[in-house]
């Protein structure tokens, strides 16, 4: 298989696994829920998944810090959560993208 198309695939089911975390638990909760709630999920639909794992970061051949990433997965992914109390207006999408209906 195209490694890119399989990258999309990949995406795809984890992007459907968010759905299911949301479509399970709703909104409301701090951030440290939903990661735990997708890591068990994603692991349930077979992906090997990384919590919270160190990644140090170069720029122009230096390290410049380390990073956290909350999840990777499948060693291809890195997911990084964030839980809102609302939709902010610069986040939302612009009317000419949303469907109609």
């Known amino acids: 298989m195209d490694a890119e198309?399989?990258?999309k695939e990949l995406v795809y089911a984890?992007?459907?696994?968010?759905?299911?975390v949301y479509r399970e638990l709703g909104h409301g909760f701090l951030e440290k829920v939903y990661k735990n709630a997708l890591r068990q999920e994603?692991?349930?639909q077979g992906f090997a998944v990384q919590n919270q794992v160190p990644?140090?970061?170069t720029y122009k051949g230096e390290t410049v810090?380390?990073?956290f990433a909350d999840l990777i997965v499948d060693d291809r992914v890195?997911?990084?959560l964030k839980a809102q109390d609302k939709v902010h207006k610069a986040h939302e999408a612009p009317d000419s993208q949303l469907p109609e209906g």
Do not use: F, H, P
Request: charged fraction near 20%.
């Open 5 to 7: 198309l399989w990258e």
């Open 14 to 20: 984890i992007t459907g696994c968010v759905y299911e």
């Open 42 to 44: 994603l692991v349930a």
């Open 55 to 57: 990644l140090t970061v």
């Open 65 to 67: 810090g380390e990073y």
């Open 78 to 80: 890195v997911i990084e």
